[in-house]
């Protein structure tokens, strides 16, 4: 059986993996008074609740770095954050395999980063790096002699010696913020905008070029991974499932937060529905909380009844979403 491709511990900590996006628009947001919160901003571009899963990816701890930005421009718009994308996401999937990729880069996108970088405008982008900090999101700060002609920060909560660092690769994908008007939506249209991309995501309303599921049924591809070990796997099997499982943790975790913050103050029945959908969060969290450990789930990988386990604990998980979709 082959071994996965390795994450690395500096880019595998759960919070900057599956928040790296969230992490590079609040760090782009413009002088406030308080900067974002980041569970608005994780739950408002309807990654929170996301579950993701993706057939073509056998690495499952790459899962939480997918279609992370389906509603980002709307997202950011509500804070008054207006960005422009260089394509639709969904047509960023694959399309570094294409043989014309880095020829149409450098027609097309290149001279619109120069620009924005010229107009002083932030420029986020995907996959501009390689290596540990491939499939995160972060911020191309210049030009530069090497590499793909920039440079940047692979994601905000790099250390020091991770900035500035060559984009040793055209990004896949690319927005420019082209202007900022600090601004903090109403808790009513955040609360609203929050549940309709949730919604979408947990219905699997993607485009289907994407090649991805999401919401519910991507728990069913997750126990297909798992079952289909038919022999005892290598030990980054173990650490891919457990980053999974600690990503999804760390969303959860961040909407129930959203949720119990946003009845404050609100009707017993909204404040019923909101605890409820919360509760089932902790449900989740707490059921996943043996598959995050990577050294429990080696124990468990390498035998058919501890697959079996590992399988219990990822449809309790599923019921988990399952149930927070019948309540939004």
């Known amino acids: 059986m082959a071994t996965l491709k390795p994450l690395d511990d500096l880019a595998c900590k759960t919070v900057d993996r599956c928040m790296s996006l969230t992490l590079v628009i609040q760090a782009n947001a413009g002088d ?28 499952v701890g790459m899962w939480p770095l997918l279609a992370r930005d389906l509603f980002l ?7 008054g954050i207006n960005t422009r994308a260089l394509h639709p996401p969904e047509s960023a999937v694959g399309l570094e ?21 010229e107009n002083r405008q932030a420029v986020i982008a995907w996959r501009a790096w390689s290596g540990q900090f491939e499939n995160t999101w972060g911020t191309i700060d210049g030009s ?35 202007s900022v008007s600090p601004q903090q939506p109403k808790a009513s249209e955040l609360f609203e905008l929050t549940v309709a991309h949730a919604q979408a995501g947990l219905r699997g309303d993607m485009p289907t070029q994407m090649g991805i599921t999401t919401g519910p049924s991507a728990f069913d591809v ?22 999974l499982a600690k990503s999804l943790i760390a969303g959860h975790q961040s909407a129930a937060r ?12 909204f404040r019923s529905q909101c605890e409820t959908i919360a509760a089932s969060c902790d449900s989740l969290t707490h059921t996943l909380s043996p598959v995050a450990d990577p050294d429990s789930v080696q124990a468990m990988i390498v035998t058919e009844s501890g697959r ?16 927070v979709l019948s309540i939004l």
């Open 32 to 59: 406030r008074p308080e900067p974002i919160d980041l569970d608005d901003l994780h739950a408002c571009l309807g990654l929170s609740l996301l579950v993701c899963a993706s057939e073509s990816e056998p690495n």
């Open 73 to 79: 421009e709307e997202s950011c718009h509500v804070f």
């Open 97 to 117: 395999k294409a043989e014309e990729f880095e020829q149409h880069f450098d027609a097309s996108y290149r001279p619109l980063i120069h620009r924005a970088l």
């Open 144 to 178: 530069h002699d090497e590499g793909a002609g920039f440079v940047g920060t692979p994601h905000p909560a790099a250390s020091p010696s991770h900035r500035q660092l060559v984009c040793d690769r055209p990004p896949t994908q690319v927005y420019t913020i082209e």
């Open 222 to 243: 997750w126990l297909d991974k798992l079952t289909g070990l038919t022999e005892p796997p290598d030990p980054s099997h173990s650490v891919a499932h457990s980053r």
């Open 258 to 269: 959203f949720f119990r913050r946003s009845c404050e103050g609100e009707s017993p029945a």
């Open 308 to 323: 079996k386990e590992i399988g219990r604990f990822i449809h309790e998980a599923q019921q988990a979403s399952e149930k």
